[in-house]
């Protein structure tokens, strides 16, 4: 069974930064792309950033471009998404997901985590 763990969430200031994980366990890490969305109250889950099978190919959401970084290591079955210069409309549930397709379609992935609460205070 695929399991999706997150960790790495908090409270932080805007302005500062959070380096977010995700272990996986279930099936071979790194035949399979992995994303990055987010979820605040009230809002639809939308996407931040995925990334391919071999780390080599990576896409963002234009609102967090330039701000977050989105990486792997095979060896370890981790996914990581590096937060900078957090903003208060950053704050919101984080889910790692992972599919067989690079995309930033929510539908394209069939695993979840269970998320891990982000909150930037002004």
């Known amino acids: 069974q695929v399991q999706l763990v997150e960790s790495g969430g908090g409270l932080v200031q805007a302005g500062g930064s959070l380096r977010l994980s995700c272990a996986a366990s279930?099936?071979?890490?790194?035949?399979?792309?992995m994303g990055w969305f987010r979820q605040a109250p009230g809002k639809e889950r939308e996407f931040v950033a995925a990334?391919?099978?071999?780390?080599?190919?990576?896409y963002y959401a234009d609102s967090v471009k330039g701000r977050f970084t989105i990486s792997r290591d095979n060896a370890k079955n981790t996914v990581y998404l590096q937060m900078n210069s957090l903003k208060p409309e950053d704050t919101a549930v984080y889910y790692c997901?992972?599919?067989?397709?690079?995309?930033?379609?929510?539908?394209?992935?069939?695993?979840w985590g269970q998320g891990t609460q982000v909150t930037v205070s002004s």
């Open positions: 990334i391919n099978w071999s780390g080599g190919s990576t």
């Open positions: 279930g099936r071979t890490f790194s035949s399979y792309a």
């Open positions: 997901a992972t599919g067989p397709y690079y995309s930033g379609n929510y539908g394209r992935y069939d695993y």
